[in-house]
């Protein structure tokens, strides 16, 4: 092969008098990607996108780019781009690896045969992905390999930028003979690294482009690029003598294409970030040729299959907790950030009991009382205490009790306590809150409580959360439970105190009271209500309290210790009301 230069005496300083010179053997590189092309039929979907259109593409070319499989198409381990002439117009092929293989630095190889006739125009090429610097030419163009059918057997490598381009009559490149490229494949590269850029034939280098070091307008390859194959018909260069009015298709065969890099790609690992006890899931990262994939997950997690692969399929254990993998290559190895899977458990029986404590006595609950406030927690006798000085009011103090994972309370949707306020300074107001996996709470139907007894005695509170109509609020995956005081809009400023118990989240209508307390037999009828209930109890009545599904205390009596008892609800607005008996236990009444 002799060498034709564009600029002889870059050429001669880099190569040497201008004769050719093999590639030097390359630091350890990994196959990073490729395309073998060994599945019959589309480009694969997963490496290529299309180009198309036409209007000249700023060449004035004639082509019409299609995703048809009469101009690209896979068969028998090759891919074919054809050009093609039909009643008059050209249609062609352009693919693009843009977001599906876009790289900094590493060598791109391409085995092809080029195809023939006076006015083709097929090209090897890269693109900036990103743009960084600005449109064309301004964040550069790579010309791998470029062939114009008037000139048979001479391969063009050239580099565009801001200051060096064809435009203005400045770009940097070079070309070669290649006097079978279009009888025979070969293999078309460049090696391109920080400092430098060097295009290459058959391993052969022919031309280099050096970093001035100076700005983006000489050197704008410092960001990620992808890589084009196409044809194009005619236009300012290709067909700058006319094209062959006898020419009705040009074919362009792609062996392979290989990209090799000195750093491995990050792994990025997918799967599902929730699951159940039991469950089976998969997690897969991208796939590298020779390399060995080391998975980690939680104790309890067993491997099905895939281990050693990138794509393993486990049965998930019963704690939440990271899955992890290391790639590891014979030249590099490189780990993924790890994915963290939030298991959802389910609570057994009728009733779920929080606690203030662990078993080690340590505090379960955690104090955000923002900037300018003050808030001390202590628990003691399983009662939680918080004693608070609030001066701002908009940083939203609050308490947050979070779970082991995530919990389905779709059949624990009923949150009760009880409640105790300091009589001369009760919080302003309070809001107790199911937040979900992703920080979210039901907007809709808040736990809100305005209203203190003044008493200084505990009182019971209970509230039916529900899921988000629009599905927004994940009441299935509940990750915490949040208790505000003193906070928003309405907050006021102010101290005191309040002291929390029996907090427990049991299924709506349940009567299932604290492991505690002994269940007495009662009931509320008729329910719905329209006019009139009367409460039926196996124990004397002392006190019945009427609370708005918003928690707001709306009506208090005290019968003289009888077993029934009668009250009047026509004046109520229809909803959903909490019925309280004795301070203990607490059904649902519906009033329509």
């Known amino acids: 092969m002799a060498i034709r230069l564009f600029f002889v005496i870059l050429i001669a300083i880099v190569l040497g008098y201008g004769y050719p010179v093999k590639a030097q053997e390359s630091p350890c590189q990994d196959l990073i990607w490729a395309d073998e092309f060994e599945a019959d039929g589309a480009p694969d979907a997963q490496k290529w996108d299309y180009d198309l259109g036409g209007g000249g593409w700023g060449n004035n070319e004639l082509q019409t780019y299609t995703n048809k499989r009469t101009n690209s198409w896979v068969k028998d381990g090759r891919l074919y781009l054809k050009a093609l002439k039909t009643d008059g117009n050209w249609t062609s092929a352009r693919l693009v690896t843009r977001g599906k293989g876009d790289?900094?630095?590493?060598?791109?190889?391409?085995?092809?045969?080029?195809?023939?006739?006076?006015?083709?125009?097929?090209?090897?090429?890269?693109?900036?992905?990103?743009?960084?610097?600005?449109?064309?030419?301004?964040?550069?163009?790579?010309?791998?390999?470029?062939?114009?059918?008037?000139?048979?057997?001479?391969?063009?490598?050239?580099?565009?930028?801001?200051?060096?381009?064809?435009?203005?009559?400045?770009?940097?490149?070079?070309?070669i003979d290649v006097e079978d490229a279009m009888a025979n494949f070969h293999v078309y590269a460049i090696e391109w690294d920080e400092d430098l850029i060097r295009w290459y034939v058959d391993d052969v280098l022919y031309f280099s482009f050096n970093n001035e070091h100076r700005t983006?307008?000489?050197?704008?390859?410092?960001?990620?690029?992808?890589?084009?194959?196409?044809?194009?018909?005619?236009?300012?260069?290709?067909?700058?003598?006319?094209?062959?009015?006898g020419l009705t298709e040009a074919l362009m065969e792609v062996d392979y294409v290989r990209v090799y890099g000195k750093q491995l790609p990050m792994p990025v690992?997918?799967?599902?970030?929730?699951?159940?006890?039991?469950?089976?899931?998969?997690?897969?990262?991208?796939?590298?040729?020779?390399?060995?994939?080391?998975?980690?997950?939680?104790?309890?997690?067993?491997?099905?299959?895939?281990?050693?692969?990138?794509?393993?399929?486990?049965?998930?254990?019963?704690?939440?907790?990271?899955?992890?993998?290391?790639?590891?290559?014979?030249?590099?190895?490189?780990?993924?950030?790890?994915?963290?899977?939030?298991?959802?458990?389910?609570?057994?029986?009728?009733?779920?009991?929080?606690?203030?404590?662990?078993?080690?006595?340590?505090?379960?609950?955690e104090a955000l009382a923002g900037a300018g406030n003050t808030l001390n927690l202590t628990a003691e006798d399983d009662v939680l205490r918080g004693v608070f000085e609030v001066n701002a009011p908009s940083e939203n103090p609050h308490v947050d009790y979070l779970f082991e994972g995530l919990m389905d309370l779709t059949a624990h949707a009923e949150m009760a306590f009880d409640l105790q306020v300091d009589a001369d300074n009760p919080p302003?107001?309070?809001?107790?809150?199911?937040?979900?996996?992703?920080?979210?709470?039901?907007?809709?139907?808040?736990?809100?409580?305005?209203?203190?007894?003044?008493?200084?005695?505990?009182?019971?509170?209970?509230?039916?959360?529900?899921?988000?109509?629009?599905?927004?609020?994940?009441?299935?995956?509940?990750?915490?439970?949040?208790?505000?005081?003193?906070y928003g809009i309405f907050g006021k400023k102010g101290s005191g105190q309040f002291q929390l118990k029996n907090l427990r989240l049991q299924?709506?209508?349940?009567?299932?009271?604290?492991?505690?307390?002994?269940?007495?037999?009662?009931?509320?009828?008729?329910?719905?209500?329209?006019?009139w209930v009367i409460v039926d109890s196996e124990e004397d009545i002392q006190k019945i309290?009427?609370?708005?599904?918003?928690?707001?205390?709306?009506?208090?009596?005290?019968?003289?210790?009888?077993?029934?008892?009668?009250?009047?609800?026509?004046?109520?607005?229809?909803?959903?009301?909490?019925?309280?008996?004795?301070?203990?236990?607490?059904?649902?009444?519906s009033v329509q």
């Open 103 to 175: 790289w900094l630095y590493g060598r791109i190889e391409v085995r092809a045969k080029l195809p023939m006739g006076k006015g083709t125009w097929p090209a090897i090429w890269m693109l900036p992905t990103d743009w960084k610097y600005g449109g064309w030419p301004t964040s550069g163009e790579i010309d791998i390999m470029e062939h114009v059918g008037y000139d048979p057997g001479v391969v063009h490598g050239t580099i565009h930028t801001e200051a060096y381009n064809h435009s203005i009559g400045t770009q940097k490149g070079a070309s």
């Open 216 to 245: 983006y307008k000489e050197w704008p390859f410092d960001q990620r690029f992808h890589l084009l194959l196409n044809i194009a018909v005619g236009g300012n260069w290709g067909g700058a003598e006319g094209i062959d009015p």
């Open 269 to 365: 690992i997918q799967g599902k970030a929730v699951l159940r006890p039991g469950d089976e899931a998969t997690f897969r990262v991208g796939q590298l040729s020779g390399a060995v994939y080391d998975w980690s997950w939680p104790d309890g997690v067993e491997p099905i299959e895939g281990e050693g692969t990138h794509e393993v399929k486990v049965r998930w254990g019963n704690d939440s907790g990271e899955v992890g993998v290391e790639l590891r290559t014979s030249c590099n190895a490189m780990k993924a950030s790890p994915v963290w899977v939030d298991v959802i458990h389910q609570p057994e029986g009728n009733q779920l009991e929080i606690t203030p404590m662990d078993e080690a006595n340590q505090l379960l609950w």
């Open 428 to 486: 302003s107001n309070m809001r107790f809150d199911l937040v979900d996996v992703n920080g979210q709470v039901n907007a809709a139907g808040l736990f809100k409580l305005d209203v203190f007894e003044s008493d200084g005695e505990f009182h019971s509170y209970s509230h039916v959360f529900e899921p988000g109509a629009d599905h927004s609020f994940l009441l299935d995956q509940i990750a915490q439970i949040r208790v505000y005081f003193n």
């Open 507 to 531: 299924a709506a209508n349940s009567t299932t009271a604290p492991e505690w307390k002994e269940q007495q037999a009662w009931k509320i009828y008729p329910n719905p209500a329209t006019d």
């Open 545 to 589: 309290e009427v609370f708005s599904s918003a928690g707001v205390r709306v009506k208090t009596f005290h019968p003289a210790s009888a077993r029934s008892f009668q009250f009047q609800v026509n004046d109520f607005t229809a909803g959903v009301y909490l019925i309280s008996l004795n301070q203990r236990f607490t059904k649902v009444l």
